[in-house]
């Protein structure tokens, strides 16, 4: 799971998130049968919730440096382990 649209081949520079960057047959909700019911309520969460997000606290930044995010890597949802904010 870790390694999911990480291929190098599949996007150019993959570890970066770029938010501009197309949806070219992105696996995190899987795929088929295996589709993630979901899915379509997390992406209108993301439409939704980002951008109020950021209109309610303009200024929101890390507090640590990008380098300093921790992630779960060995589990079976990839994520963070916290992300400390400012505001």
């Known amino acids: 799971f870790p390694a ?5 081949a599949f ?5 970066t998130l770029d938010i501009s960057r197309g949806a070219a047959g992105h696996v995190a909700f ?7 019911l979901g899915a379509p309520l997390a992406r209108m969460e993301m439409r939704i919730a980002f951008p109020l997000l950021l209109q309610r606290f303009p200024g929101l930044a890390l507090a640590d440096p990008h380098e300093q995010v921790d992630f779960r890597v060995f589990s079976v949802v990839f994520g963070l382990n916290a992300l400390r904010v400012t505001w």
């Open 30 to 36: 899987g795929h088929g049968v295996h589709h993630c």
């Open 4 to 8: 999911a649209n990480r291929d190098p």
């Open 11 to 15: 996007a150019e520079d993959p570890e």
